[in-house]
């Protein structure tokens, strides 16, 4: 399987945002930037599309910053892959030839259970266990 880039870079910022929520710290672009060793300007982008998607909501200003819109545990990844990478989580296959319909059922019944359990994978799951310290920390 191979996972975009880009998606790599949200699901690592947003392990990162999501150790912070409830602590009432937003997460900032240069702190995540650096932490997780993504550019800057990129980085800019995914949160955008994460803002735009209802994943994140964002505060401007100099105390400003990003921070989940629900806890860590009710964000699945199958909704970030379908903000940040859809082509990951869609599937067309021809029903063409003789074979067609049964190669489409099975890739079918696997692209199900993919999406399976990406809906039960959340952003809970990519937070590191540190003991109490935050991105600022480390």
């Given at each position: 399987?191979?996972?975009?880039?880009?998606?790599?870079?949200?699901?690592?910022?947003?392990?990162?945002?999501?150790?912070?929520?409830g602590s009432g710290q937003l997460a900032h672009i240069e702190e995540l930037a650096k932490s997780e060793k993504i550019?800057?300007?990129?980085?800019?982008?995914?949160?955008?599309?994460?803002?735009?998607?209802?994943?994140?909501?964002?505060?401007?200003?100099?105390?400003?910053?990003?921070?989940?819109?629900?806890?860590?545990?009710?964000?699945?990844?199958?909704?970030?892959?379908?903000?940040?990478?859809?082509?990951?989580?869609?599937?067309?296959?021809?029903?063409?030839?003789?074979s067609g319909a049964q190669v489409a059922e099975v890739w079918n019944g696997i692209a199900n259970r993919f999406r399976?359990?990406?809906?039960?994978?959340?952003?809970?799951?990519?937070?590191?266990?540190?003991?109490?310290?935050?991105?600022?920390?480390?």
């Open positions: 399987m191979k996972i975009s880039l880009k998606l790599e870079y949200a699901c690592r910022s947003l392990a990162q945002i999501g150790r912070l929520y550019p800057q300007n990129y980085l800019i982008q995914i949160l955008n599309e994460l803002r735009a998607g209802g994943i994140l909501r964002s505060k401007r200003g100099k105390n400003g910053g990003y921070a989940l819109v629900r806890r860590p545990s009710d964000t699945s990844l199958l909704d970030v892959a379908e903000i940040v990478d859809n082509d990951l989580v869609q599937h067309r296959l021809h029903l063409d030839g003789v399976t359990v990406l809906k039960k994978t959340t952003v809970a799951d990519l937070i590191p266990r540190y003991d109490g310290a935050t991105m600022y920390d480390i």
